[in-house]
């Protein structure tokens, strides 16, 4: 579940989102509107058009004869898009600027100090990043220029007037003042109370909670600007752009597979049969440029676009993940071990789960006791440790365990139908189209494995 925001600069049409993924359409005024996050875009202005090969013109023509009109719609303009370094943002850039390198510029929102911080994060975390190899492959040695010609950094700060970007000094008072007045406990009690709130309002979390505040602000201010809503389920690694499998951090289902693959803890707190609702990253980037392009003309309207898989005929399960995963992990190991790894058992009952958990972290150190001629005993405290971080795992993922709603997605489909055949090539995210095992075997666990060793070794 994450998002990234988007936003246009000369007289056009801004698209705002917040972290997952929510756009919000609106002219630009001669003053910086108060927003929360930001991603927008801009009509070109009424002047001769940068002459371009025949061969391009002809081709947005032909593309755009039966569709939504994607590539007209990217032709010509220029973003500001918030959380640019973000999982989703990334890949959201990468798409604008490899399939339109005609866009203008993309101002990407940054939290920094000054203006040297923020083009030191550009280079470190955008433009030296692996995602953009194949943009890198296409301009050689002048592709570091070709990129910081079309990503401008903003210092700003989405939670302040006019995105903090003439505030900044101010910030960094309070925001020193902040760390001074709130100690470590007082920090841990607010989250504590803001995950009480928010499961008091039905909401399993304080990030799907906030995320709901925010759709619930921009709907009642919003006046009669058009909004778009893109709501991703769980966003895992890419499917097939940039390349298959890339992926940023170990997030979503990463730590549950981790725990099972290299921890040897073949116990889980779930339903084998509950929703395993996730969504390869491209798949969300392609639809939230197809859905800026459909309403980006101003219609004044809400409309909201799930970007789901559980909606499909064929549903990934949460039990056909871990199948999957010990399929691979028994064919590609992520630790050397003479251990034979189980198929996950799944449980109902949290005191269930804990009890074999606890034994079966006590049969592993019993094992490496005996191994070193000493007697099993209880757990030791490394073992109590770990077996209170994986009942804190448990609990954390308990609401997607357990999951078995489905996400309308009639929105979603209806704008894959609007699609040209090329537009569909292009910027396809039709989650009915993915192979589950093939995605989960060959794609997504190299690529998390991947992951995973670049960081520990970076």
């Known amino acids: 579940m994450a998002i990234s925001n988007l936003l246009a600069t000369i007289n056009a049409v801004s698209f705002f989102s917040g972290k997952p993924d929510h756009f919000l359409a609106r002219p630009l005024s001669q003053t910086t509107p108060r927003i929360q996050t930001s991603c927008c875009h801009r009509e070109p202005s009424f002047k001769p058009w940068t002459p371009i090969m025949m061969s391009e013109v002809e081709t947005y023509t032909k593309s755009d004869s039966h569709g939504v009109g994607i590539f007209r719609f990217l032709q010509g303009k220029s973003y500001l898009i918030t959380g640019a370094t973000g999982f989703l943002a990334k890949v959201l850039i990468l798409k604008l600027v490899r399939e339109s390198p005609e866009i203008g510029n993309i101002f990407i929102l940054m939290k920094t100090q000054d203006q040297e911080s923020a083009n030191k994060r550009l280079y470190d975390e955008i433009i030296?990043?692996?995602?953009?190899?194949?943009?890198?492959?296409?301009?050689?040695?002048?592709?570091?220029?070709?990129?910081?010609?079309?990503?401008?950094?903003?210092?700003?700060?989405?939670?302040?007037?006019?995105?903090?970007?003439?505030?900044r000094m101010a910030y960094r008072r309070t925001s020193e003042a902040v760390r001074k007045f709130y100690g470590r406990e007082e920090i841990k009690k607010l989250k504590e109370l803001g995950m009480e709130r928010a499961q008091y309002y039905g909401w399993e979390n304080t990030y799907t909670f906030t995320k709901a505040m925010g759709e619930s602000v921009i709907q009642n201010q919003r006046g009669d600007l058009p909004v778009v809503i893109i709501r991703p389920s769980i966003i895992e690694s890419s499917y097939k752009e940039p390349f298959p499998g890339w992926l940023q951090g170990i997030r979503m289902s990463a730590p549950l597979i981790l725990a099972y693959g290299k921890d040897h803890i073949a116990d889980m707190w779930g339903d084998y049969k509950s929703s395993c609702d996730i969504i390869p990253v491209d798949m969300v980037a392609n639809a939230t440029i197809a859905a800026m392009a459909k309403h980006g003309c101003g219609v004044s309207e809400t409309k909201a676009y799930n970007v789901t898989s559980s909606s499909h005929a064929?549903?990934?399960?949460?039990?056909?993940?871990?199948?999957?995963?010990?399929?691979?992990?028994?064919?590609?190991?992520?630790?050397?071990?003479?251990?034979?790894?189980?198929?996950?058992?799944?449980?109902?009952?949290?005191?269930?789960?804990?009890?074999?958990?606890?034994?079966?972290?006590?049969?592993?150190?019993?094992?490496?006791?005996?191994?070193?001629?000493?007697?099993?005993?209880?757990?030791?405290?490394?073992?109590?440790?770990?077996?209170?971080?994986?009942?804190?795992?448990?609990?954390?993922?308990?609401?997607?365990?357990?999951?078995?709603?489905?996400?309308?997605?009639?929105?979603?489909?209806?704008?894959?139908?609007?699609?040209?055949?090329?537009?569909?090539?292009?910027?396809?995210?039709?989650g009915r189209d993915i192979d589950w095992e093939h995605y989960i075997v060959n794609v997504h666990l190299p690529g998390l494995k991947r992951e995973l060793f670049r960081g520990k070794f970076s």
């Open 128 to 167: 030296s990043s692996d995602l953009f190899r194949l943009i890198k492959q296409t301009h050689g040695s002048s592709y570091e220029a070709f990129m910081k010609s079309k990503l401008i950094p903003v210092v700003g700060d989405i939670g302040e007037d006019n995105l903090g970007i003439k505030s």
């Open 314 to 430: 064929n549903p990934l399960r949460l039990g056909e993940l871990m199948d999957f995963s010990h399929q691979h992990l028994c064919d590609s190991p992520l630790i050397k071990t003479v251990m034979e790894l189980e198929r996950v058992k799944f449980y109902n009952s949290l005191e269930d789960f804990t009890s074999s958990v606890s034994i079966r972290i006590a049969k592993q150190e019993g094992e490496m006791s005996s191994g070193r001629g000493e007697s099993p005993t209880m757990l030791s405290m490394k073992g109590k440790r770990k077996l209170k971080y994986l009942v804190s795992l448990a609990r954390t993922y308990q609401p997607y365990t357990f999951f078995q709603a489905r996400f309308d997605d009639t929105n979603t489909r209806g704008l894959i139908q609007e699609l040209s055949m090329e537009e569909r090539r292009m910027f396809g995210f039709n």
